[in-house]
């Protein structure tokens, strides 16, 4: 069984156009989309609504920068405090060209950040690589695969 692709992002023509890349490179991954970061940590942790979802970590996590609640890069940092999350890979899908969120991001572990390009098909094509090589190409470490939390 694949997993899922755990895409976070709150703005609907950005969602719209990642989900529609996605489906371009014909990923047989589910995608989870979820609006903010405090809804990406509780699909991670497996609580709240998402506390009866199948365990297991998602093959790739695609995380917005500016999100309602909790912002990308506090949702990144709760990814690598924890051991159990620790090894997603996580990119950063942002409009942000700021040096400091990209320093930031790069300092809090973050595998890959992709700046949304305003060419619909620059965007397509960098979704469908991203999607393409931590979905299926890319080997996680050994025992990634999250354990049931009591």
Not at 24 to 43: F, H, W
Request: hydrophobic share 45%.
């Amino acid at each position: 069984m694949l997993k899922p692709i755990l895409l976070v992002e709150d703005d609907p023509k950005d969602l719209e156009l990642t989900l529609f890349a996605l489906e371009r490179t014909q990923l047989a991954n589910e995608v989870i989309v979820v609006r903010d970061g405090s809804e990406a940590l509780d699909y991670l942790f497996c609580r709240n609504a998402f506390a009866h979802r199948a365990r297991g970590n998602p093959a790739i996590v695609l995380l917005d920068l500016k999100l309602p609640k909790v912002d990308g890069l506090g949702v990144l940092e709760t990814i690598r405090a924890d051991e159990v999350l620790q090894s997603i890979p996580v990119a950063m899908l942002t409009s942000s060209q700021l040096d400091t969120d990209l320093t930031r991001a790069y300092e809090l572990g973050v595998n890959s950040y992709v700046v949304k390009p305003f060419q619909l098909i620059e965007f397509v094509e960098a979704v469908a690589k991203l999607g393409m090589f931590w979905a299926v190409l890319n080997e996680p470490p050994p025992g990634s695969v999250r354990p049931v939390r009591k």
